[in-house]
């Protein structure tokens, strides 16, 4: 059974920093490209991050410097350090595991307010 679950949201001040968790399970690991994705309120899903099989990174401009993707494929789990956290990026953070297949997890919650 594939599961994609993913912890570690909740509230931050701006200027704060959050680590979100995405464990994986019933399924290979490390053959599949990890990304964070995030929507906010009234707003489409965008990508945040990405980290390939090899450990090969992307990001969203408006993370660059701030956030940060890894992997750790002896514990099925991708992560994403958010720093300098801004009122703007309160989403809603999925992650996604891509390969032949693609698998969602349902998401965790991050609130940026004074």
């Known amino acids: 059974q594939v599961q994609v679950v993913e912890s570690g949201g909740g509230l931050v001040q701006p200027g704060g920093s959050l680590r979100l968790d995405c464990k994986a399970s019933g399924f290979t690991f490390s053959f599949y490209r990890m990304s964070w994705y995030r929507q906010a309120p009234g707003k489409e899903r965008e990508l945040v991050a990405t980290?390939?099989?090899?450990?090969?990174?992307n990001y969203a401009d408006s993370v660059k410097g701030r956030f940060t993707i890894s992997r750790d494929n002896a514990k099925n789990t991708v992560f994403l350090q958010m720093n300098s956290l801004k009122l703007e990026n309160t989403a809603l953070y999925y992650c996604k595991a891509s390969n032949l297949n693609v698998y969602w997890g349902q998401g965790t919650q991050v609130n940026v307010s004074s």
């Open positions: 980290i390939s099989t090899g450990g090969s990174t």
